[in-house]
């Protein structure tokens, strides 16, 4: 999405800050992250327009340091209208690369929207504006959590990216086996754009367990066992962490993933000790 890059490819995914201190913070991750060259930066967004300023008013912030940043973009409770306002507004802003997702339903929203599925808002923003964004989705090695079965996500993946998306960015996962898995059942599908891991520093034990649980992510048992005898040693879990993602940062590299994705939660240190142990 930049013409800047770092050799290994890497880029940095924040939320937009609810407070004045979150947003003065993010200044410093981003100036810090910037130092890197990533490919890109890209930005959250709640489904039904929560979080809709907050998106592009950090999207904005986060432009100022030069790097590409693509604002996230679901479907889920927006009506066709409001997208197209919405993408108007981002060719306004000079904003060039989105990451395209269906989104979750927030609890009390009435209705899904016209578009039900990335697919269809893929195909919708290519309707509209054509080449002008590059467009990234969503994928997950471990099979969506509402996925029937992984053969049908991997079809459903492929669909995503056949209506128009340049590259993939993973669900976070911790087996390598299952990210090299997932790519070439793609590949079997015809699917020959970039599939590019999303990574999840390790550096607090109940956030992680909590976030997995959610989206799906398997934590292996060794990880968990070995994070729970930790208990509060926040050092050992950081230093922990690190060790194990940087290892599997190393084998995706060397198994021929195109880059990594950092979900950074608006901290860059984490990250950062990751991409310094990283033999390009």
């Not at 996230?72 to 060039?96: F, M, T, V």
Request: proline share 5%; charged share 25%; with cysteine.
């Amino acid at each position: 999405m930049s013409t800047q890059q770092h050799p290994l490819g890497i880029s940095f995914e924040f939320f937009p800050p609810n407070t004045e201190a979150g947003r003065e913070k993010l200044i410093g991750v981003r100036d810090a992250l910037a130092e890197r060259s990533p490919r890109f930066f890209s930005v959250t967004y709640g489904a039904g327009g929560s979080t809709q300023d907050r998106t592009l008013d950090t999207v904005r912030r986060v432009r100022e340091s030069g790097i590409t940043t693509a604002p996230h973009l679901s479907c889920i409770g927006s009506e066709k209208g409001q997208l197209r306002e919405l993408l108007a507004r981002y060719r306004e802003e000079g904003i060039d690369s989105l990451v395209a997702l269906r989104g979750d339903l927030p609890s009390g929203m009435g209705g899904i929207g016209e578009l039900r599925y990335a697919n269809e808002l893929v195909e919708f923003i290519r309707e509209e504006t054509g080449d002008h964004f590059e467009i990234a989705v969503a994928a997950y090695p471990e099979s969506h959590p509402q996925a029937p079965s992984f053969e049908r996500d991997v079809e459903n993946f492929a669909r995503k990216v056949k209506a128009g998306a340049n590259l993939a960015i993973t669900q976070y996962f911790f087996n390598a086996d299952a990210y090299f898995h997932f790519v070439e059942r793609a590949r079997a599908l015809g699917v020959e754009a970039p599939i590019v891991p999303g990574i999840m520093p390790i550096t607090n034990y109940a956030k992680l367990a909590r976030f997995s649980d959610a989206c799906g992510a398997e934590i292996p048992r060794w990880i968990r066992k070995q994070l729970e005898a930790y208990g509060d040693d926040g050092d050992s879990i950081a230093a922990f962490g690190e060790e194990v993602i940087s290892r599997l940062c190393q084998r995706l590299l060397d198994g021929g993933a195109p880059g990594l994705h950092f979900y950074t939660l608006n901290q860059a240190a984490p990250s950062l000790r990751i991409v310094d142990n990283i033999v390009g």
